[in-house]
């Protein structure tokens, strides 16, 4: 079964705008299965009291995002703890690389996977750093805030040039599209950190905490802004989708493996790529007319 979520989201408990209900709600309303509430360093967790709650989604799952201004006073480091155990203490080890080893590690021992969020914003680090640490399961190549340089510039790689690198190094990590939502009152416009602008859509047993967390630790799942995949095989010697029209958009799937390179490209609404096993890797990339994106995972291929 396909289970649509958000795991980066902020109530008023850090810097969103609203309180954590309104904002549940506003993932129910708009279709989402489960959703994680990642404030900045506080572990927000509605309390239904002896209420009996009325809803079965969004599952809710625990989250964190661990913020560290690092001790040069310049750099800000972010990464989420999903599915947490318990509040866990941003960690200052004095430069990024340590600074992101040191978070990673502590939300793995309070039970959570550990997702490296927005490495643009303030330019703070990227592949070069990223390839240097261990135990992140996850890393943000799309998200919605306007503020965190997601297409990169002025010799700066983007988020998803930042993901090739990382992943032609040969560190397997999984690329998620998140939100970062702290803006759901008055208009919703492009300088506003709005919801509804990326996600992942989660392929597990059930709709359960344990289930979601696990299938996102192993890769299985998607990313999207606004393409929604009706199928995905994903097979050791082959990729296989089918993509859902919508209006008359036309459609690229792009077939990447090592070092950015892409392998083939498709048009329409089904894409097929057979797996040779000297890519390195290959993962899809579709492209809308519209501009919206889907990604899967990376399938190791070789050695």
């Known amino acids: 079964m396909w289970f649509k979520g958000n795991i980066h989201t902020h109530t008023n408990k850090s810097d969103g705008d609203s309180d954590p209900e309104p904002v549940v709600r506003w993932y129910r309303r708009n279709g989402y299965d489960f959703l994680v509430l990642t404030d900045h360093n506080h572990l927000t967790l509605l309390d239904y009291g002896s209420k009996k ?3 079965r989604r969004p599952l809710m799952i625990p989250g964190e995002e661990l913020s560290v201004q690092i001790s040069n006073g310049k750099t800000a480091i972010h990464l989420n703890g999903i599915g947490i155990t318990r509040m866990v203490e941003p960690i200052d080890a004095g430069d990024v690389v340590s600074t992101l080893q040191a978070n990673i590690d502590a939300v793995r021992r309070a039970g959570g996977i550990a997702s490296i969020n927005h490495p643009n914003y303030t330019w703070a680090f990227d592949d070069r750093h990223i390839v240097q640490v261990a135990g992140a399961s996850l890393l943000e190549i799309f ?4 503020v965190t340089n997601v297409y990169g510039g002025g010799g700066h790689p983007s988020y998803e040039e930042i993901w090739d690198r990382v992943l032609s190094a040969g560190r397997p990590i999984f690329g998620v599209a ?4 702290h803006h759901f009152k008055g208009d919703f416009k492009p300088s506003l950190a709005n919801p509804g602008r990326g996600w992942v859509v989660v392929e597990a047993p059930a709709l359960e905490p344990a289930a979601i967390i696990d299938a996102l630790e192993k890769g299985d799942f998607y990313s999207s802004t606004e393409v929604i995949l009706e ?15 919508e209006w008359d958009f036309i459609y690229e799937t792009s077939f990447i493996g090592h070092g950015g390179r892409v392998l083939s490209q498709e048009y329409g609404t089904e894409a097929r790529y057979i797996i040779r096993g000297d890519e390195g890797y290959v993962r899809a990339q579709v492209k809308s007319s519209q501009g919206g994106k889907a990604w899967t995972q990376p399938v190791f291929t070789g050695p």
């Open 53 to 55: 709650r009325r809803f």
């Open 231 to 245: 199928e995905l095989k994903v097979e050791p010697g082959s990729i296989e989708l089918r993509i859902r029209q």
């Open 143 to 146: 998200n919605g805030n306007s």
């Open 178 to 181: 998140v939100d970062d939502s």
